[in-house]
């Protein structure tokens, strides 16, 4: 469903369900991929296996668990509302553009909020910004300047 929240984007070089084979528990979170991935299983008992092997990556693994944990809590005691994906999508891709464009600019883009905006405008800036992420190359100054037109 496009309204599950609370959720986190995940993305290259990111990992999950630690804390859960950590303390041994099951995992009661959904993940979903979105576009073509690559995901890495490890088995609990070869996690476990690698934890006798070397005791002293449980204390870092751990260590970061707990401080992952510790800035989930904190980001979900920030939520004052619950949005869509969708939503939550546009105002990231939105954020960037907008500091994209200061960036190259030097000047902040025109503040507005999103239900201001037009429909072919959020998609065009979803387009930009999901071209960038794929493709991983900063856009252009004409490709920001396009992606916040009127923002």
Sequence with gaps: SSSLY?????????????????????????????????????????????????????????????????????????????????????VKIQNYCKARWQRLTGRPARRGSLEEETGAMVVEAMQTASSVAVAGVPPSKEEAAAAVHDL
């Design 6 to 90: 609370p959720y986190r984007l995940y993305g290259l070089k990111n990992y999950f369900g630690e804390l859960e084979m950590l303390q041994g528990v099951p995992r009661i979170n959904t993940v979903r991929c979105e576009r073509g991935g690559t995901a890495l299983v490890l088995a609990k008992h070869d996690f476990s296996e690698l934890q006798e092997q070397f005791p002293h990556f449980r204390a870092a693994w751990a260590a970061k668990a707990c401080q992952r944990e510790r800035l989930r809590l904190y980001a979900r005691r920030k939520l004052t509302f619950g949005l869509t994906v969708r939503h939550f999508a546009a």
